[in-house]
C-alpha cells in the first residue's frame, strides 16, 4: 500500500529564504503526484500537479520536481513570504485510486 | 472549472445525532467520489472510495456501518455520520474525481467541521 513521508514537519524560515520540502512515496508506480496548501482550519489548496510522465512544474515561485525511480518529490519556494505560512501536503496515486496523503510540513516565515 | 461543493460547512449537534454531509460536483460528472477525515494537526486519511450507483469501499479501521456513504447520482455523494459521538469530531473533506478519466486530478470540496457535544 503506498505510503508518502513529508520531511522536516516543521520549517521556519526568515522572508527572503529559498526552502525545500521533501517527499518520498513508496510505490513508485504513480500517476500522479501533488502538492497542496492548507491554511489552519481550512480546506485544501491545489499547488502543483505532476504527472508520471513529467519531471517537474512550474507555478510563480514554486518548481515541483518529481523522480519516480528513487519514490523522491521536492517542492522548492523561491524568495519567501509571510504569506507562504501554511502546512503542505503531498500527495500520490496509483493506477485509479485514491490520493494518499502525507502528513505535512509546517512553514512558518517570518517578516 | 472542476468545482466540488460541500454542505454544510460546519456543523454542531448533540452526542447521538446523526449528521449527513453533501458533496456535489457542479461542472462534471464524477464516478469516483472520495471521503477524508482529518483530526487536529494530522493529515487527511481515506476513509472510503464511493463509485456512482454501487457499494462505497471503506478503508480498514473505518465503521462502515457509522459511516454510510451514499452515492446515487454522478454528481452527489453523501456522509451520514450515524449516532455521532464526541470521537466523531473532526474536519471531513470530500474529493470527485471525473468520469471515465481514473488518472485525472482529483477535486476537493472546502471541507465540513463536525463537532460532536
Known amino acids: 500500500k503506498q505510503e508518502v513521508t513529508q520531511i522536516p514537519a516543521a520549517l521556519s524560515v526568515p522572508e527572503g529564504e529559498n526552502l525545500v520540502l521533501n517527499c518520498s512515496f513508496t510505490?513508485?508506480?504513480?500517476?500522479?503526484l501533488q502538492w497542496f496548501r492548507q491554511d489552519p482550519g481550512k480546506g485544501l489548496t491545489s499547488l502543483l500537479l505532476?504527472?508520471?510522465?513529467?519531471r517537474e512544474q512550474t507555478s510563480g515561485r514554486l518548481n515541483a520536481s518529481l523522480d519516480k525511480s528513487s519514490g523522491r518529490s521536492t517542492l522548492y519556494i523561491a524568495a519567501s513570504q509571510p504569506g507562504d505560512s501554511a502546512t503542505y501536503l503531498c500527495?500520490?496515486?496509483?493506477?485509479?485510486?485514491?490520493?494518499?496523503f502525507g502528513k505535512g510540513t509546517t512553514l512558518s516565515v517570518s517578516s | 472549472g472542476a468545482v466540488v461543493s460541500q454542505h454544510p460547512s460546519w456543523v454542531i449537534c448533540k452526542s447521538g445525532t446523526s449528521v449527513k454531509i453533501e458533496c456535489r460536483s457542479l461542472d462534471f460528472q464524477a464516478t469516483t467520489m472520495f471521503w477524508y477525515r482529518q483530526f487536529p494537526k494530522q493529515s487527511l486519511m481515506l476513509m472510503a472510495t464511493?463509485?456512482?450507483?454501487?457499494?462505497?469501499?471503506?478503508e480498514q479501521g473505518v465503521e462502515k456501518d457509522k459511516f454510510l456513504i451514499n452515492h446515487a447520482s454522478l454528481t452527489l455523494s453523501t456522509l451520514t455520520v450515524t449516532s455521532a459521538h464526541p470521537e466523531d469530531s473532526s474536519f471531513y473533506i470530500c474529493?470527485?474525481?471525473?468520469?471515465?478519466?481514473?488518472?485525472?486530478?482529483?477535486?476537493f470540496g472546502d471541507g465540513t467541521r463536525l463537532s460532536i457535544l
Open positions: 510505490d513508485s508506480a504513480i500517476y500522479n
Open positions: 500527495a500520490s496515486n496509483l493506477q485509479g485510486t485514491a490520493l494518499i
Open positions: 505532476i504527472q508520471s510522465s513529467q
Open positions: 474529493s470527485a474525481r471525473a468520469f471515465r478519466e481514473p488518472n485525472q486530478p482529483q477535486h
Open positions: 464511493s463509485n456512482e450507483g454501487s457499494k462505497a469501499t471503506y
